[in-house]
């Protein structure tokens, strides 16, 4: 099992695993799965500061997770949202939380100090939809921190949307600046 950062070439593959979340499931609210094009778009505005990670093992992807903003203003710098995504079928063999627990590895070399998830989250469990997300990041020390009632549509269905939250870092007043994933990575900046 390798962990690795994610390349061009991983697009296509990390791309088709998102392709199932879109289409048969109510985990991402997204109707239409971006083509290559636009996935690559949103691959290179993530990894022009945040972590992207890839899971390989017998040289199939078995996953892939990454950082982005939280919010996106200056404050907010040192908080982040993750987002993670299974290949269909490698659920519970331990492959989500070894990306996790790299991932906030480098979020933490970066001087990030909050982790944020953002969930889509049934009334009741479904064909679409269940609560294993929320349990995932429980399970990694993650709190509930707000709950959306019914604020997402899909499949003729309305969903709720919570946010959990994990503390990472200590918070001090003379915070100092967070780093780029490639400065601390070697990768480039």
Not at 45 to 54: A, D
Not at 113 to 142: R, V, W
């Amino acid at each position: 099992m390798t962990i690795r950062d994610a390349r061009w070439e991983d697009a296509r593959e990390l791309c088709e695993i998102y392709r199932y979340y879109v289409e048969k499931t109510a985990i991402t609210f997204e109707y239409e799965t971006p083509d290559l094009q636009e996935f690559q778009r949103r691959m290179t505005g993530i990894m022009e500061k945040y972590p992207y990670l890839v899971l390989e093992e017998d040289g199939e992807i078995k996953g892939y997770a990454y950082a982005g903003p939280f919010v996106g203003k200056a404050a907010y710098d040192w908080s982040c949202e993750l987002t993670i995504y299974l290949a269909r079928g490698v659920q519970g063999q331990g492959y989500g939380r070894r990306l996790y627990e790299a991932l906030e590895e480098a979020l933490g070399s970066m001087g990030i100090q909050n982790l944020y998830a953002c969930i889509s989250y049934p009334e009741t469990e479904d064909d679409y939809l269940n609560k294993n997300s929320a349990d995932f990041h429980a399970h990694l020390g993650f709190r509930l921190a707000g709950k959306f009632l019914r604020c997402g549509y899909k499949f003729e269905r309305w969903y709720h949307m919570i946010w959990m939250e994990k503390e990472i870092g200590e918070h001090r007043r003379d915070q100092p600046p967070v780093r780029s994933y490639g400065e601390i990575s070697g990768r480039g900046s």
